[in-house]
């Protein structure tokens, strides 16, 4: 079946503005996660949930950063504001359960902030 | 200090030889280990997971975890073109919502 899919692939964003990210998980996979990866280091947890439910947003580096999955499906990665400092590659992984052993991740959205 | 340490590289082999890729980590929580292959511009794809200490193997790929020195390796036999990518380890502990911490990456180059 279909992977996890992510949208958009690029973003160029100047600073200050707001920008989306939309994570389509495997059809049923109950967990989903975002990932932060800057070039040349590996990904940094951002958060994490069960179904709909945010149950750890612990890596969200600032109050800019904001996550929702409403109907515990799709889920969007806003922020706010955007900073230089935030251009990265913006990972989403989903998990069929609540275990670590099988997260299956989007191709990423690449996200430049000018 | 990294939670988790793991040699950026890059490394060189010539094809067929056997890679040795590994990484070091500090927490002794982690119960759950894997090792991802990253293409440029990819996302992370899974090719081996290891619960708690022990070897396993899958075609061409060996992982090994020892947890008494908090070590986990991953060695590829017969290496291709095809396997130059980016390595990931990452580990988890049960207790931590299976938030995945990764290594840094080690960049793997096989050469024709």
């Known amino acids: 079946g279909a992977g996890v899919s992510q949208s958009p692939r690029y973003k160029v964003a100047k600073r200050g503005q707001d920008v989306a990210l939309r994570c389509d998980p495997i059809?049923?996979?109950?967990?989903l996660f975002w990932y932060q990866q800057a070039l040349g280091q590996g990904p940094e947890f951002l958060t994490y949930?069960?179904?709909?439910?945010?149950?750890?947003k612990s890596g969200l580096p600032s109050d800019r950063f904001f996550a929702e999955r409403p109907e515990g499906s799709v889920s969007t990665l806003k922020i706010q504001r955007t900073q230089q400092e935030d251009s990265a590659v913006y990972l989403c992984?989903?998990?069929?359960?609540?275990?670590?052993?099988?997260?299956?991740f989007g191709p990423g959205t690449r996200l430049l902030v000018l | 200090q990294k939670e988790v340490e793991q040699d950026p590289g890059p490394l060189s082999v010539p094809e067929g030889a056997i890679v040795s890729l590994n990484c070091t980590y500090s927490?002794?929580?982690?119960?759950?280990f894997m090792w991802y292959r990253q293409y440029s511009r990819k996302g992370p794809e899974l090719l081996m997971y290891?619960?708690?200490?022990g070897n396993k193997e899958d075609g061409r790929f060996t992982a090994q975890v020892d947890k008494s020195s908090k070590y986990i390796s991953l060695f590829i036999r017969d290496s291709q073109p095809s396997d130059s990518a980016t390595y990931l380890c990452?580990?988890?502990?049960?207790?931590?919502?299976?938030?995945?911490?990764f290594g840094s990456g080690t960049r793997l180059l096989v050469r024709p």
């Open positions: 290891t619960y708690s200490s």
């Open positions: 949930f069960q179904n709909e439910a945010q149950l750890d």
């Open positions: 990452a580990m988890s502990a049960r207790d931590s919502s299976y938030k995945l911490i």
């Open positions: 927490n002794s929580a982690f119960q759950y």
């Open positions: 059809s049923g996979h109950v967990s």
């Open positions: 992984a989903s998990s069929e359960r609540t275990g670590a052993e099988t997260q299956y």
